[in-house]
């Protein structure tokens, strides 16, 4: 049986950051560079987060993260992959996720789309998440993918990865 490895959406195969850093830009011409953002939360860099997310099919546009494309085909010919997001957070979202991955990752399959709440009911031998909330429960191995709001983050049961290519080097 293959290894199997939970791998998240949000700030890993999807740069949530460059889109949120633009709307600041064009609707309150408020000019952020992502590395000033090093140990903020989500929510205290950008305070209208939920509205946007909520709003004009943010989950749909997101750009993807570099290097994302070959590292998930990779991880999926090598691994048992499954997506885990907890897109019940943000209603209405599970459309444009289920519609974002059969665009950019058309080699992953309906049922490797797990669309959950907590995430700590999924079992796997190893998770890729950016969010120590999602990592804290997990029994495998656990990979931190770097975004600015876990940055200053320092937990020895994480490897911390920086890219797509790191991620495909250690796996
Ligand atoms: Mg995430």
């Known amino acids: 049986m293959k290894t199997k490895i939970l791998i998240d959406m949000d700030g890993v ?15 309150n011409n408020k000019i952020i560079n992502e590395s000033d953002l090093n140990g903020i ?14 709003s004009n099919n943010f989950f749909r546009n997101a750009p993807i993260m570099d290097g994302s494309i070959e590292g998930l085909k990779y991880l999926n010919e090598k ?3 499954l997506i885990v997001s907890s897109a019940t957070e943000f209603p209405n979202c599970i459309n444009d996720k289920q519609n974002w991955l059969e665009e950019h990752f058309p080699f992953i399959s ?10 700590e009911s999924v079992c796997g031998d190893i998770m890729i998440d950016d969010h ?4 804290v429960y997990f029994k495998g191995k656990k990979i931190i993918f770097t975004q600015p709001h876990n940055y200053n983050i320092n ?4 490897i911390r ?10 796996l």
């Not at 309906?110 to 995430?119: D, L, N, T």
């Open 13 to 27: 195969l999807a740069d949530v950051y460059k889109p949120l850093i633009m709307e600041e830009y064009t609707k």
């Open 41 to 54: 939360a989500e929510y205290d860099a950008f305070p209208n987060l939920r509205k946007i997310v909520t």
């Open 79 to 81: 691994y048992d992959v």
């Open 110 to 119: 309906w049922e490797q789309m797990i669309f959950c709440g907590k995430k």
């Open 132 to 135: 120590p909330k999602n990592l």
């Open 155 to 158: 937990n020895s049961e994480y």
């Open 161 to 170: 990865v920086f890219s797509w290519k790191e991620i495909q080097n250690i």
